[in-house]
């Protein structure tokens, strides 16, 4: 059975930091590519950041780029979002996929098979 479970959120300044985790089980860590998506209260989900299985490449949102950072672990099957310079538009659920369906739907939220359950940011102005 794979387990994505997501951590990390809070509530937190704007112009602060937050890093997020994504530990999963059950799943053959080191060959999935794994995002990070956001979803907001009446919004769609959103593509965050990707980074394929091997750490070597990583995608992300033109809204979060040269503010979050997305890297992993694969000794500890885990994957990160560190998240600086907070704004109030990131405020949202975070959540994280596994098992990329196609290469070309990298930042489909339809694209991935596995998901987390989500953690929570809050962000105060």
């Known amino acids: 059975q794979v387990q994505l479970v997501e951590s990390g959120g809070g509530l937190v300044q704007a112009g602060g930091s937050l890093r997020l985790s994504c530990t999963t089980s059950g799943l053959t860590f080191s060959i999935n590519t794994m995002a990070w998506f956001r979803q907001a209260p009446g919004k769609e989900r959103e593509f965050v950041a990707a980074i394929t299985g091997n750490g070597i490449n990583s995608w992300y949102a033109d809204s979060v780029k040269d503010r979050f950072t997305i890297s992993r672990d694969n000794a500890k099957n885990t994957v990160y979002l560190q998240i600086n310079k907070l704004i109030p538009e990131d405020a949202a659920v975070y959540l994280c996929?596994?098992?990329?369906?196609?290469?070309?739907?990298?930042?489909?939220?339809?694209?991935?098979?596995?998901w987390g359950q989500g953690t929570q940011v809050t962000v105060s102005s």
């Open positions: 996929a596994a098992k990329l369906l196609q290469l070309n739907r990298r930042t489909d939220p339809n694209g991935y098979y596995y």
